[in-house]
């Protein structure tokens, strides 16, 4: 009788838990700004949101400085060109004033009063040139500030905007003409794309996993376990949860039954 060398797998040690299959990601979208609520679009609730504003805060005032600030940015940096223009001269200016004095001051058929008159005269060619150069400095700095203002109005005007592309809008937490602050809760989206089951496991549910196979809802799977904690949970004690993300269903929040098999082979 021929013996025949075949690989025999077998499953043991069912271990059942029972989950609620929700989205990925569950977010809420708090305000980082301040202001009045324009209009909140209610007619997204339950659908995919696009790059398209769902919520808009009053950004008028917000607009209103950026103009001016902008304004003032050309105003200044008009100004500054010219200064570098008058600089320029002074410059030159003050290089032949150097030049001329050191030439006056060797000569003996000048006076101690012309002399003096010249040393005057270049000395205030030179403040001239050193005050010019102070105030383009001072530009300088104004142009700086009202930069970094430019940037924190634009950054407010596009967070009253608010945009959560690709999520669903699950729940909103404001209407129209509320008024919010920093950290006020806007609304609560969701990210359909996946989904995921939480299980607890016991400590000796750690040991093996690798060799345990999902089964869900009765049918074996080929997801695995992610995210596996190795302290245990504050709520379920002793207990040390584990995620399982998945294909996204048609309808979330159903419950499903989850086993953890161990599969072994014998050899026979």
Known sequence: MLSLLFL???VSFAKVY????????????????????????????????????????DDALNRDELESVRKKMSYLKSTLA????????????????????????????????EKDKEFYDLVASENSYLSTLKEMNSLKTNISDLAFREKQLMKSIQDKSIVANGFVLYELKVKAQ????????????????????????????????????????????????????????SKNISRYSAQIVMKAPKIFSNLIKIELKEEHNEIK
Not at 195 to 223: M, Q, T
């Open 178 to 233: 509320s008024v919010v602050n920093i950290g006020t809760p806007l609304a609560i989206v969701a990210d359909v794309s996946k989904a995921v089951a939480v299980i607890y496991l016991d400590e000796n549910d750690l040991i093996n996993l690798n060799n345990r196979v999902l089964y869900i809802n009765g049918k074996k799977s080929n997801y695995k376990l992610s995210r596996i904690s190795k302290i245990a949970d």
């Open 82 to 113: 010219t200064n570098e223009k008058i600089l320029k001269n002074l410059k030159e200016a003050l290089v032949r004033k150097k030049e001329n004095f050191k030439k006056i001051m060797a000569l003996s058929i000048k006076s101690k009063v």
């Open 18 to 57: 029972y989950a609620r299959v929700t989205p990925y990601e569950v977010r809420t979208i708090a305000s980082t700004v301040s202001g009045q609520v324009l209009y909140t679009d209610e007619n997204m609730l339950g659908k995919k949101l696009s790059n398209k504003a769902f919520i808009k805060i």
């Open 8 to 10: 025999l797998s077998t």
